[in-house]
């Protein structure tokens, strides 16, 4: 860890630099990581929380230790759960901080119209059941909901769904 002040340090590693945020007794409280590989790469015997400021995906990220194998293997974008690069998922993972619906943005759909955001949007309806989807023309070729209880949310008129040529609104 780069100080033990107060304040903003930096953190340095192999393939990484990030900023920490500490107390007033030099403890480490946060990292703030511009990606999800610097999130990776974060030595979680020092640091357990981390602000992620990558684009669409932003938000706390504590390190959580025990079996996320299922959660990582099913999270292929990275949304919720984030296998950490020198750790198996088995024995811990990063896990989004939030409360609400999950937003479909961390999974990396886009809504832009133009790019297919089919497989993202499954990912993101298998890890959440709650499930928001911004304003946005989303082009999806095919979903499936895996749970009866499944919530997908978005902004009336405003959050669309292009299907095979054929346009809904949520």
């Not at 990606?35 to 981390?50: C, E, G």
């Not at 989303?138 to 669309?160: C, D, E, P």
Request: net charge positive; hydrophobic share 40%; charged share 15%.
């Amino acid at each position: 860890v780069g100080t033990t002040t107060p304040g903003i340090g930096t953190i340095t590693g192999a393939m990484l630099t990030s900023t920490a945020v500490t107390d007033s007794l030099g403890y480490l409280l946060a990292a703030n990581v511009a990606t999800r590989t610097v999130l990776k790469a974060l030595d979680t015997t020092k640091v357990t929380t981390a602000v992620l400021q990558e684009t669409g995906r932003e938000g706390v990220f504590v390190w959580r230790a025990g079996n996320y194998s299922t959660q990582v293997a099913a999270d292929t974008q990275e949304g919720v759960y984030v296998k950490a690069t020198a750790i198996a998922s088995s024995s811990g993972a990063w896990v989004r901080s939030y409360v609400g619906p999950a937003s479909a943005k961390w999974f990396g759909v886009t809504g832009d119209g133009s790019t297919n955001d089919t497989a993202a949007a499954q990912v993101a309806i298998n890890v959440a059941l709650d499930l928001y989807f911004p304003a946005g023309s989303y082009v999806i070729s095919t979903l499936s909901v895996v749970n009866n209880y499944q919530k997908i949310r978005g902004v009336f008129g405003k959050t669309r769904f292009l299907c095979n040529s054929t346009t809904s609104d949520i």
